[in-house]
């Protein structure tokens, strides 16, 4: 006679519920598991947000000094661009030449723009085929006149370094006597313009 006994119903029952719970965990683990890893191989695309802000707040002084050091970056050349864009200026498309000619006179980028716009609203305003967009060497019925922008700015770059800034003359408003005399007796307002727009171009 066989003496072995049969298990109950219920343990088998209860292992087949085990392994079915066990089965069911891991395949849900897994699951998580690549869920979670795709999501974070995924790349996150972040909306760049726009920011408003005022350059400045008054006109600066006239005597900001004209800096004589080049700026490693040329980002340059696009800040003047942009600058003259803004004022629908035909030099918008001379940015590199500025920025050229300030290189090779050691001057600050921003003082042949800011003249510009100071003598001829950018090159707006200015006596017919002179390419004379920073009223140098104009004196009533004569005027200098240059065959190009490209020209007018290395002529003039140069006409800054070695007629004034090698002479001293290293602000607006100690170059003005010199360039625009008559501006003097009107209380500066040269020197201004053109501090107040080497500080937006900064």
Do not use: C
């Not at 079915?20 to 191989?41: N, P």
């Not at 909306?47 to 490693?72: C, H, M, R, W």
Request: proline share 5%.
């Amino acid at each position: 006679m066989d003496t072995k006994t049969a298990a109950p119903l219920g343990v088998y029952s209860i292992n087949t519920t085990l392994i079915s719970a066990w089965f069911g965990a891991t395949f849900t683990t897994l699951i998580l598991s690549l869920l979670l890893v795709f999501h974070l191989s995924t790349p996150m695309v972040v909306k760049q947000q726009g920011q408003s802000f005022n350059l400045y707040a008054a006109l600066p002084d006239t005597s900001t000094q004209v800096s004589e050091s080049i700026e490693d970056s040329d980002a340059r050349a696009k800040i003047i661009e942009n600058f003259f864009k803004g004022y629908n200026s035909p030099l918008s498309k001379f940015g590199e030449a500025f920025v050229k000619t300030a290189d090779k006179y050691k001057l600050d980028y921003r003082l042949l723009p800011s003249i510009a716009m100071q003598e001829s609203n950018g090159g707006r305003k200015l006596i017919s085929d002179s390419f004379n967009p920073f009223g140098y060497g104009i004196y009533s019925s004569q005027v200098k006149r240059f065959t190009s922008f490209e020209e007018a700015i290395d002529r003039v770059g140069r006409g800054l370094r070695e007629d004034y800034l090698d002479k001293g003359l290293t602000t607006a408003e100690k170059i003005m006597p010199k360039y625009t005399p008559p501006s003097v007796a009107l209380g500066g307002p040269w020197a201004k313009g053109v501090s107040t727009f080497m500080e937006e171009l900064r």
